[in-house]
């Protein structure tokens, strides 16, 4: 299988092509015949790929794309998730190469090439990855568990309306384990397994002066400007030693033990590296806690978008009537992203001067989520990765979040594995997204092992 795997790269390639050059954006109403496009190629590619029935399933925004493969009802079944949907390219002017005109480029991290796409590796490239494994197993009668798909396009805005799909067709959906391909490995030559993800609360901020814009020569220093009360409020919620200042914020964080923080600093880093890949001097965050931890099992809140005034071309002396921004929050166990919403939005009106009004709006948000380690599933990737690497796998936390997790496990009962293969520096989510050529096919190659081994260990 590993030779008929290898022989195809070249098609697989051409195939992951043409899903990435539709833009499916789903922040982006403009692209919603986009979004339907991409459902019906990943439909089409699981019907070739030989699965049994593929189906675009509505939802009251962007459709599910649902697919199986029973061969034996006394088999275990692994539900396989994903999306279709894509962050927006924006800013297009700093790729190197249009969004979505996938170019394969080598670069020092990836010398054997890599492909630059929106959704290289978030999360098209990924779940192609599945799809075409599932070919190679059922091309050589080597599928050995049943297998679910279920890819949506609402990962990116917060599948606010997966919720009611899963809701409403568990029997559809019932399974063993479910397997996730949207996460990282350490490195080439270190392979590892997430054990976990951060939560996410995710939050948009006004604050309004006065009824209009103002000349600021006429009313500067005699009204207060949003920008400038923003711009303190927002510093304001940071201590000097990176600790979020929100009222209640970390009353229900676990804190790891000292072997459990051991543990997941035995992994492979480079400080140096780490500060050169990002053209960084030196590193911040919450005092008392390493790089590592402070990307994983720490909390954080960050601004991801400020606006307001002028800021197009030349110079307009104006007094904004309006400022904003968009906040968010990475979780860890066991915060509530609903509670830690509620409080974001009490404290941040309450330290609003009298100058201003303010206004917060929650956008989305999820849970955190840990695997544990001694399940059948996280034994099946271990063992999958180990034999594909020739390499021990590291248990790693994840610093993302997929939030839709915590829901599978609420409404199904089922526990996720998280099998990704990307790089942190894959830069996902910025402009040159990239996913390496042997990250892909290394994917390919090991998630048949997945199958064989959780097989194996649930039995």
Known sequence: MKEYI????QRYLDELFDFLRIPSVSADSRHQPDMLRAAEYIKEKLLQAGLDKAEICPTAGHPVVYAEKIVNPEWPTILVYGHYDVQPADPVELWHTSPFEPVIRTTEIHPK??????????DKGQIYMHVKAIEAMLKHDALTCNVKIMFEGEEEVGSANLATFVAENKEKLKADIILISDTSIIGHDVPSVETGLRGLAYM???VEGPNRD???GVYGGAVANPINVLSKMIASLHDEDGRITVKGF???????????RDALEAAPFNLEDYKKDLGIA???GEKGYTTRERASI???LDVNGIWGGYTGEGSKTVLPSKAFAKISMRLVPDQDWNEISDLFMQHFTAIAPPTVKV???PHHGGQPYVTPTDSPGYLAAFKAMQESFGKTPVPTRGGGSIPIVSLFEKELGLKSILLGFGLDSDALHSPNEHYGIVNFMKGIETIPLFYKYFRENFQ
């Not at 290898?6 to 790269?9: G, I, L, R, V």
């Not at 090439?113 to 978030?122: E, V």
């Open 113 to 122: 090439g890599a492909i630059f796409a929106r959704g290289a590796c978030d």
């Open 214 to 216: 103002l000349h600021s």
């Open 298 to 300: 720490r909390p954080t």
């Open 204 to 206: 948009e901020v006004e």
């Open 250 to 260: 970390y009353d229900k964080v676990v804190e790891l033990s000292a072997e459990e």
């Open 6 to 9: 290898q022989a195809n790269q």
């Open 282 to 284: 030196e590193v911040s």
């Open 359 to 361: 206004k917060v709006k």
